[in-house]
């Protein structure tokens, strides 16, 4: 497996800081529960080429602030995926809040809190073929280029039906980090240069798990204007208590079970609210933001289309 160096890989980290405009801690002082993990941050290369971001025990917030010529005003929150082992930083983070930048609207990645995954690069790596492995059995390289976004998911997902009865959705510290996230942006919206009535919220894979957090959990302070999980749909069967338009896009042979997003985006329908549900043929599950011609990539001019419509962006 060919990996990148961690001098290169910080190069790497480096430069993608540089074009962002302000990091901002999310918490006053440790994180809740974080008090005393000392464990190393690290950004790594690990059969990539693109950078991962490794336990995470400090969240934070990226900043990438449009041209106040074409300012909207609007702010999306961006929740990258990795299965709470690490971010993916650049395809479902950097080249996300870049196009919206790009667009006017403010974007912003969250830096949540990750899974402890080794206290070297040795470990991590170990940590993370070793999960794979559990995940994905004999089909454990395709796995890791699906979950790359190299590679056609090996199996067809299974697709349960929707749970018989609500399961009781419970906080979780990834939820608890989105939650924050919406919070501190909403109550620094003037610094920010937004309205602190159209702050949104998307994440892909647990990212999208994290935003299905939020959506079921929240109040006046943590609740966004709009919701985007993006192949990572967790539904307890009932539709949230305080919805949001909401947006929805997955594979349509998803690892994880695409019947989740059809049933949130049900619950919706069923209540005439304001959701769009898409499921895209050309796609593999992790491809985040690619420029690589591939259909799945229309998913965010699709996004802000529904943006559009539903007076996100005006």
Same mark, same amino acid.
């Given at each position: 497996?060919?990996?990148?160096?961690?001098?290169?890989?910080?190069?790497?980290?480096?430069?993608?800081?540089?074009?962002?405009?302000?990091?901002?801690?999310?918490?006053?002082?440790?994180?809740?529960?974080?008090?005393?993990?000392?464990?190393?941050?690290?950004?790594?290369?690990? @059969?990539?080429?693109?950078?991962? &971001?490794?336990?995470?025990?400090?969240?934070?917030?990226?900043?990438?602030?449009?041209?106040?010529?074409?300012?909207? /005003?609007?702010?999306? =929150?961006?929740?990258? @995926?990795?299965?709470?082992?690490?971010?993916?930083?650049?395809?479902?983070?950097?080249?996300?809040? #870049?196009?919206?930048?790009?667009?006017?609207?403010?974007?912003?990645?969250?830096?949540?809190?990750?899974?402890?995954?080794?206290?070297?690069?040795?470990? =991590?790596?170990?940590?993370?073929?070793?999960? +794979?492995?559990?995940? +994905?059995?004999? *089909?454990?390289?395709?796995?890791?280029?699906?979950?790359?976004?190299?590679?056609?998911? %090996?199996?067809?997902? !299974?697709?349960?039906?929707?749970?018989?009865?609500?399961?009781?959705?419970?906080?979780?510290? #990834?939820? $608890?980090?989105?939650? !924050?996230?919406?919070?501190?942006?909403?109550?620094?919206?003037?610094?920010?240069?937004?309205? %602190?009535?159209?702050?949104?919220? =998307?994440?892909?894979?647990?990212? @999208?798990?994290?935003?299905?957090?939020?959506?079921?959990?929240?109040?006046?302070?943590?609740?966004?204007?709009?919701?985007?999980?993006?192949?990572? &749909?967790?539904?307890?069967?009932?539709?949230?208590?305080?919805?949001?338009?909401?947006?929805?896009?997955?594979?349509? +042979?998803?690892? @994880?079970?695409? $019947?989740?997003? +059809?049933?949130?985006?049900?619950?919706? !329908?069923?209540?005439?609210?304001?959701?769009?549900?898409?499921?895209?043929? $050309?796609?593999?599950?992790?491809?985040?933001?690619?420029?690589? /011609?591939?259909?799945?990539?229309?998913? =965010?001019?699709?996004?802000?289309? *529904?943006?559009?419509?539903?007076?996100? &962006?005006?």
């Amino acid at each position: 497996m060919k990996k990148v160096s961690l001098v290169a890989a910080a190069i790497l980290s480096a430069a993608i800081a540089a074009s962002a405009q302000d990091v901002y801690k999310i918490y006053d002082g440790v994180a809740p529960g974080a008090e005393g993990l000392n464990y190393p941050e690290m950004t790594l290369c690990l @059969g990539s080429s693109r950078p991962r &971001v490794y336990n995470v025990t400090e969240p934070t917030i990226t900043v990438y602030r449009p041209e106040e010529a074409v300012n909207t /005003g609007a702010a999306v =929150i961006i929740a990258p @995926g990795g299965g709470n082992m690490y971010l993916t930083w650049e395809e479902e983070g950097v080249n996300v809040a #870049q196009w919206f930048q790009r667009h006017g609207i403010t974007g912003i990645i969250l830096k949540y809190r990750t899974n402890f995954m080794g206290n070297t690069e040795k470990e =991590i790596e170990e940590q993370q073929n070793a999960f +794979f492995q559990r995940m +994905f059995g004999s *089909f454990a390289e395709m796995g890791r280029e699906v979950e790359r976004g190299g590679a056609q998911a %090996p199996v067809r997902a !299974q697709r349960p039906a929707a749970p018989a009865t609500p399961q009781k959705v419970e906080r979780t510290i #990834q939820g $608890d980090d989105g939650r !924050q996230a919406v919070k501190y942006v909403r109550a620094h919206a003037e610094e920010l240069g937004i309205n %602190p009535d159209k702050i949104g919220l =998307i994440g892909f894979s647990a990212g @999208g798990s994290l935003t299905c957090n939020v959506m079921y959990i929240n109040d006046e302070e943590t609740r966004p204007n709009l919701a985007g999980p993006i192949y990572g &749909v967790f539904s307890n069967g009932e539709l949230p208590q305080n919805p949001v338009p909401t947006f929805i896009a997955a594979p349509e +042979f998803d690892l @994880g079970a695409p $019947d989740a997003s +059809f049933n949130l985006y049900k619950k919706f !329908q069923e209540a005439h609210l304001p959701a769009e549900l898409h499921f895209i043929h $050309d796609a593999t599950h992790g491809e985040g933001l690619l420029y690589n /011609g591939r259909e799945w990539n229309e998913w =965010i001019d699709l996004l802000y289309a *529904f943006m559009k419509a539903v007076k996100f &962006v005006e």
